[in-house]
């Protein structure tokens, strides 16, 4: 089993729709979560950090179930501009590995 | 400007040849990191360093060495042990406390013919 599974797409939505992805990690000792985005041949670049009692910047609201080990990423009123990858990342306190996801792809349509 | 730089941009090398990887930071980051890309995938777990002169294999270190003898250089050596070269490779950084996100390099392309 992977330590970090995204559904890998893609997410095809209409502009202003709402799309949501999960992300589930299997190491109950992981401590820090992410979100990272990335355009094609491009670096990542982090979208938002997860915290316990979950988290909104604008349009993005991320939310963290460490009971069933999973986080999830909320984006209302979907634009254009949003379609990219969007990564999981899971960072391991004791030893600061990251790890990331392989990535749920979104494609948002005029 | 503080950040974290990967030279060259594209790189090609012929097979069986060793290849360096270059990142350097200087946003006084204690941790580093080296992943691989293909396409359509993931990013995937090369090597990571928490310190100077320490460093932790990742999923796929086989293939690879890396050094870290001062703190804001972090190269990667693609050998000729490393069956399939050619992918994208991105170099991170971070602050070491639990929170603290990763910022990545540009990352280079690595072409082996």
């Known amino acids: 089993r992977k330590e970090v599974e995204q559904d890998p797409g893609p997410f095809n939505v209409p502009e202003g729709a709402t799309v949501a992805f999960n992300c589930t990690y299997s190491?109950?000792?992981?401590?820090?979560f992410f979100w990272y985005r990335q355009d094609c041949r491009k670096e990542p670049k982090l979208l938002m950090s997860?915290?316990?009692s979950g988290n909104e910047d604008g349009r993005f609201t991320a939310q963290l179930n460490r009971a069933s080990q999973y986080i999830s990423l909320l984006i209302r009123d979907s634009k254009l501009s949003d379609s990219a990858t969007y990564l999981c990342?899971?960072?391991?306190?004791?030893?600061?590995?990251?790890?990331f996801g392989s990535g749920t792809r979104l494609l948002v349509r005029p | 400007d503080g950040g974290i730089t990967q030279s060259p941009k594209y790189l090609f090398r012929k097979e069986g040849q060793n290849v360096t990887l270059s990142c350097e930071q200087n946003?006084?980051?204690?941790?580093m990191y080296w992943y691989r890309q293909d396409p359509g995938q993931g990013l995937r777990l090369i090597y990571y360093?928490?310190?100077?002169?320490?460093?932790q294999k990742g999923d796929i270190a086989e293939g690879y060495s890396v050094s870290r003898e001062k703190k804001e250089s972090f190269p990667l050596t693609v050998t000729s042990a490393q069956k399939n070269p050619t992918a994208f490779y991105l170099c991170?950084?971070?602050?070491?406390?639990?929170?603290?996100?990763?910022?990545f390099g540009q990352g280079t392309r690595l072409t082996v013919v």
């Open positions: 991170a950084s971070s602050l070491i406390q639990g929170t603290a996100e990763a910022f």
């Open positions: 997860v915290y316990s």
């Open positions: 946003l006084n980051h204690d941790a």
């Open positions: 190491n109950s000792a992981s401590q820090s």
């Open positions: 990342v899971v960072k391991m306190d004791s030893s600061y590995k990251l790890i």
């Open positions: 360093s928490q310190i100077v002169n320490d460093f």
